[in-house]
């Protein structure tokens, strides 16, 4: 599949929709390389609770020698394991 | 006091000629944006502006803008030569004290229209050759996991060197993307 990009022109107002020449192209393959090597990072981040609620569960696992709050952060780096 | 242009008004723009030659937005006078292009994004990997000439601050307005995967990015990018080519060394660009190769726009977007995402960026005085260039960010709408808690930054610096942009480029570094951009421009005083 080709891929694609929309060119506007202030000048002239009008837009136009090409494929990636090969400057183009070689930018988006080191972009793609270094976003799918951290991609990890924004799904463990979009799955670990909120700060408030990770501090509650430390607090508590203090209190109770549990280890929830481990667990959890465990859970999430296991869910999306960072690539080798 | 309201006032109604009809469709058959005439309207006059400064040089008589029509909305989108450019040399009516040259003409622009005043504190206010004057509209220039909508680009409509449909399922392409980047979006790019070219002709910033005027002597000012242009606005892109980021509307719905969603990824074709569950936590997309969308970067942005100058270009100091009219377009050719957008500038991505390594450290180009300075966000909140980092370098990088971008501005990051959009992190962690979704992909349903209902987690379109939202942005106001401004790039001032974009022709002084003088300054490094600033990008300003504002940011709404939805992620993919958290409303409105985009991880990103809502400033940035392009600090590869002080030089007049004249295009911009939105671009996913994986996968196509669709929504709406507007350009806004509004000359310098």
Known sequence: ?84 | MTTTISGTDGITWPDGTGPSDGADVENIQGDEYAFVSRATVASTLSQVFTGLTTAGDYKFILRSITHETDNGSIYLRVSIDGGSTYEAGASDYLEDGSSTAQQIIFNQIGSTAGEGADAEIVLPDVTNATVFQRILAAYGGRTNATPGAYNANPHGVYVAGTDAVNAVQFISPSGDWSGVIEAWVRAAQ
């Open chain 1, 1 to 84: 599949m080709t891929i694609t990009k929309g060119v506007t022109n202030l000048i002239t107002g009008k837009t136009v929709v090409v494929p990636l020449d090969s400057d183009d192209l070689t930018q988006h393959a080191i972009d793609k390389a270094l976003f799918d090597a951290n991609l990890y990072k924004g799904k463990r981040e979009a799955d670990y609770a909120p700060l408030a609620d990770q501090q509650d569960m430390q607090y508590w696992d203090s209190v109770h020698g549990t280890r929830i709050w481990l667990d959890h952060i465990a859970a999430v780096k296991a869910k999306h394991p960072k690539p080798d």
